[in-house]
């Protein structure tokens, strides 16, 4: 079946835990400055920094699997490895609560991954 412009494939799976990833690097200070629920630690820009970073690296564990065959992995392969790779690397309640939200996606998402499902994913 032809990819649409609408269909979300690994590799924009790939690229989204990239610049979120970035993005958190970015402003992980910022964050943990504002920090104050539900204990005011300063940590949670780290704390979800270095979900995402383990979100990302089982992604990237999954594009390494398929680079001696020339294939890319499947959609849902991706989802679920970040989904999994966020729970894994879990820190503080922000990392937990961001891995359960990814977990929740990786559902939806694992049962199509054109812009509908993206959307229901979301909400």
């Known amino acids: 079946m032809p ?3 609408d269909d979300m494939d690994a590799v924009a799976v790939r690229t989204w ?3 979120a ?3 958190l690097g970015r402003e992980r200070e910022a964050i943990d ?3 104050v629920y539900p204990v005011a630690d300063g940590d ?3 704390n979800l920094y270095l979900t995402v970073e383990s979100a990302s690296q089982a992604v990237e564990a999954v594009f390494a699997a398929h680079e001696t065959g020339g294939t ?3 959609t849902a392969d991706a989802v679920h490895a970040m989904a999994h790779g966020a729970l894994i690397g879990a820190r503080g309640n922000s990392g937990t609560i961001l891995a359960q939200l990814l977990r929740g996606m990786a559902g939806v998402l ?3 991954h054109d812009a509908d499902r993206l959307r229901e994913a979301l909400a």
């Open 72 to 74: 890319a992995p499947a």
């Open 44 to 46: 949670t820009g780290t």
């Open 110 to 112: 694992s049962a199509g």
């Open 33 to 35: 400055a504002i920090n």
């Open 21 to 23: 990833l970035e993005a």
């Open 3 to 5: 990819q649409t412009a």
């Open 17 to 19: 835990c990239s610049l």
